[in-house]
């Protein structure tokens, strides 16, 4: 039972962006609730592992929050990116190295980044962080909102100066405090699996574009790569009905054979996609970040990342002032602050899945043309990189 008493800040969902934001608010003397409504936290162990690719600011940050160990011990280095538009001409190549990075990124199974992020916040005494608890009604008071909540010891009632809702596409918060969301239905499914070949660039990340939608490669360790293949949704539903056997093979003739052969493929694991966008992230004492706020398309690897930057960006505003973290100079000062990076990226997204599954007349000449001036214009190439990497400017 979460202790009485008006609390500061009360943040629903505790997935990687809703601890992300915990973590970045430790010290700053803030009476802080995090509640999660599945009761022991979801794992995936050994060849399944289910990974995120983190931009290079992603990883500086998480290194900020005290995940420095777990990082270096558990994710794969991206030295370089190769991205293809299937029987196309034209490609980019970026290499760390160029531009004297240290690697693009870093792909980490998703699981024990949540477990590092976990096992910082056990240590928070300015926390309190309970699963198993839904949010089942807010009601707005003269200066915070009361939370009404059910856990495993019965419903309880919670004030708060602010909610933040980091509880997902079909977020509570978003629903209860009446914030609407423009969806596109892209009509595809993501296909995520890992799997072994016998020949592979070790460090690289490929993203192949096709009509049908891209097939991303993420470098794992040993012989391993964790696959995103989007395909429009009834080809998905028919590839997942296959044996491992037939879709090995369909894998494989998607692929071609320059990575060798397929060895072996795990568990399979398929999302509907669809852009859903919140018209605004703020209400009265009330934020949106991570999917809750906005969920894109993963052709660009973005979702987490961006997420993640609006929840380092709330609390930079939160601890400016945190006298009132609810108040208005707090909400206003987030969604400026993220307004500029939130559209570049959904923008960017949207566009390029526009323009892959594009069958107009010179959509072709235009994806390879685009592809090509993105790898020998020094500039265009630059601006690309440092979009990817997370560090592209977010403010006005």
Sequence with gaps: MIKSGVHDVLIVGGGLTGLSLALSLRGAGLRVVLVETTAVQAKQTGFDDRHLALSLASVQALRGLGLQAALDEQAQPIFKLEVRSSGEFGSVEINAADYGLPYLGLVCPAHRLGAALLDAAAGLTDMAYVRGTTLLGLARDADYWCAELEGPEGKQELKARLVVGSDGTASRVRDL?????????????????????????????????????????????????????????????????????????????ALGFAHGRIRRVGARVSYPLALQVGEITTAWRAALIGNAAQTIHPIAAQGFNLGLRDALALAGVIREHADDPGSDAVLQGFAKLRQRDRERTIRF?????????????????????????????????????EFGLGFARSGE
């Excluded at 360790?221 to 989007?230: A, F, I, K, L, Q």
């Excluded at 997204?349 to 959509?363: C, H, K, W």
């Design 177 to 253: 405090i009446g914030l609407s969301v423009r969806t596109q239905d892209y009509a595809q499914r993501a296909i995520v699996s890992n799997i072994e070949l016998t020949r592979i660039s070790a460090g690289t990340a490929h993203e192949r574009l096709t009509r049908e939608g891209p097939l991303a490669l993420l470098p794992l360790p040993g012989n391993r790569v964790g696959v995103v293949w989007t395909r429009p949704a009834a080809v998905a539903e028919s590839l997942l009905a296959m044996s491992d056997q037939a879709f090995t093979q369909a894998l494989q003739a």
């Design 349 to 385: 997204s949207d566009g390029l899945v526009a323009l892959t599954g594009s069958r107009l007349p010179f959509a072709s000449m235009l994806r390879s043309a685009g592809l090509i001036a993105i790898d020998r214009i020094g500039p265009l190439k630059r601006a690309v990189l």
